[in-house]
């Protein structure tokens, strides 16, 4: 099985130790690229969906998300960003 080559994909984790910034990052990311909906506008730490990391302020289980980069160095085509924001 021959692996292909994808121009138009990136995959990130990001891991760093607890309150670096990792789930205030990926919030970042994901209202740069207007990824949330109306509904969501304003709200904080939008990976932490379960009760208890909202309640502690921590990431407890890994999440992921993926997000369109249309910038400058996308070409013709977005790049799909995926996205792990990993437990601290």
């Known amino acids: ?19 670096h910034g990792k789930t205030t990052l990926v919030d970042a990311m994901l209202k740069q ?16 969906s379960n009760d208890l990391e909202r309640e502690k302020g921590i990431t407890i289980l890994a999440k992921n998300t993926a997000v369109l980069y ?15 924001d990993t437990p601290g």
């Open 1 to 19: 099985m021959a692996l292909v080559a994808r121009n138009d994909l990136r995959n990130v984790a990001i891991v760093a130790h607890v309150d």
């Open 70 to 84: 249309n910038g400058k160095h996308a070409d013709s085509t977005p790049i799909v960003i995926n996205v792990i």
């Open 33 to 48: 690229t207007n990824s949330f909906d109306a509904h969501f506008e304003g709200e904080d730490r939008m990976m932490d």
